[in-house]
């Protein structure tokens, strides 16, 4: 996909603020921050959203579920925190390249329908 913005962040090209990185997945923190910490987990291959993810993407999508405590932790939100994988138009989906919200700071966040 060579107009998709996370897949051109995904190979250098434009650049992001990384915080983890291995073969098949990228985090970076989000460029609009909607909370102290808020941080984007990607596949690196371009996935368009969860309504396109096959079987064969589980543990692919595993392990990036799995990543989001470690990285919250790591972001500076110990106690908890917030993911959100907005999917397709009524999802309010923006860029379609999947991608795990990871919210969170040092005090509850509020309550809210869309990250
Ligand atoms: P969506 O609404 O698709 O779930 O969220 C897309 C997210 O990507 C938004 O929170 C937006 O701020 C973030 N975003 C869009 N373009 C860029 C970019 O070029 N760099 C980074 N770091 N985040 C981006
Ligand atoms: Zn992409």
């Given amino acids: 996909m060579s107009d998709c913005i996370f897949c051109r962040i995904v190979r250098g090209e434009i650049p992001c603020s990384k915080v983890y990185e291995d073969e098949e997945i ?17 596949p690196k291959r371009h996935i368009a959203s969860l309504a396109t993810a096959t079987p064969e993407d589980s ?27 907005n999917t397709g138009n009524v999802g309010g989906q923006e860029v379609h390249h999947l991608h795990i919200h990871v919210l969170g700071g040092d005090k509850p966040l509020p309550v809210m329908l869309k990250y």
């Fill in 26 to 42: 990228l985090a970076f923190k989000d460029i609009h921050p909607l909370a102290p910490v808020h941080l984007l987990i990607i």
């Fill in 59 to 85: 543990p692919l999508l595993g392990r990036m579920l799995e990543l989001a405590p470690r990285l919250a932790v790591q972001a500076g939100s110990t106690d908890g925190f917030r993911s959100i994988v």
